[in-house]
């Protein structure tokens, strides 16, 4: 659920514009085309897209989103209990503004983003054209009883009590390197350790969301969009464990392994973002031909 990810500026690249020029913080906008909306994980931005959107903006409208707590959203705290709902709420708004009504999108996600791409593709699946996801953490596929599901709560208690006590950078160093490794903290540059510890405070809120949906397997099977599924096979068993749950659960699924970590979106951008624009070109393709195939012939 994390990544080590740039900072949280808007991309500086002509083609990139910050919705905060706009009034409205939050995103950026590339393109324009079948809007392509990318969600990044934990203790990251919208920023981590960067280098997918580049690639992508002359053939789509691609919309990079901060979720609660990241990027230009601060972290604001109610009475009521976080749920992933909250987060889905504020996507959904988002694209109630940027995106014509009714219009279709398709859907980039990366860890926790993954799992908020899957809760709107089950809760609004008239409007999901596709889904591309990086090990989505959807921690209730697993029994209860699993070992790897055992060891990923321990770290999110972890890293709770962690917050809690004040010690941020503890925490993020428990986080960061339960996911990409003993010492992978240690290893940043200290300005790149300032702003996770900045940020932490969100996660204990990302393990409360994602541990509470899906609440039924139907949840899941009621998922029709075609789905890419992508994993790292140097990540966590709990991810690796999920990742092939879902190839099992989800309809309408292709995947794909790399030699990589669970920050592979950013790390081997390389080598993950073509498998991405590939599965939306053929989305399109498939979409212009059935258009094309249900239009009326004209009278001879």
């Not at 090990?135 to 699993?146: H, Y």
């Not at 932490?200 to 969301?209: E, G, I, N, S, T």
Request: net charge positive.
């Amino acid at each position: 659920m994390n990544t080590h990810s740039r900072r949280d500026a808007a991309p500086s690249t002509g083609v990139l514009h910050a919705g905060v020029a706009n009034g409205r913080p939050g995103y950026f906008v590339a393109g324009a085309g079948t809007p392509v909306v990318m969600l990044h994980s934990s203790l990251s931005s919208k920023s981590q897209w960067t280098a997918l959107a580049e690639r992508l903006a002359s053939r789509f409208r691609v919309i990079a989103l901060d979720l609660c707590g990241y990027g230009d959203n601060a972290l604001s705290v109610t009475g009521a209990p976080f749920t992933l709902d909250d987060e889905v709420r504020l996507v959904t708004d988002h694209l109630d503004r940027l995106v014509e009504p009714r219009g279709r999108i398709h859907l980039v996600g990366h860890s926790y983003g993954g799992l908020v791409a899957l809760r709107i593709a089950q809760c609004r699946s008239n409007r999901v054209a596709s889904l591309s996801l990086y090990e989505p953490v959807v921690f209730r596929m697993l029994d209860d009883e699993d070992a790897t599901l055992a060891d990923l709560r321990a770290v999110a208690d972890r890293v709770s009590r962690l917050v809690m006590a004040g010690r941020r950078h503890d925490a993020a160093q428990a986080f960061v390197d339960f996911w990409s490794g003993e010492s992978s903290y240690a290893s940043l540059p200290l300005p790149a350790q300032a702003s996770l510890a900045r940020r932490v405070d969100k996660v204990p809120l990302d393990f409360q969301a994602a541990l509470g949906w899906p609440r039924r397997p139907e949840d899941l099977r009621a998922i029709v969009a075609p789905t890419l599924l992508l994993a790292g096979n140097h990540s966590p068993a709990v991810v690796q464990r999920i990742h092939t749950l879902l190839t099992r659960t989800l309809s309408d699924n292709r995947a794909a392994t790399f030699d990589a970590g669970h920050m592979g979106p950013i790390t081997d951008a390389g080598r993950v973002n073509p498998w991405i624009e590939a599965i939306l070109d053929t989305c399109e393709r498939d979409a212009a031909f059935s258009s094309r195939s249900l239009a009326p012939r004209k009278a001879a």
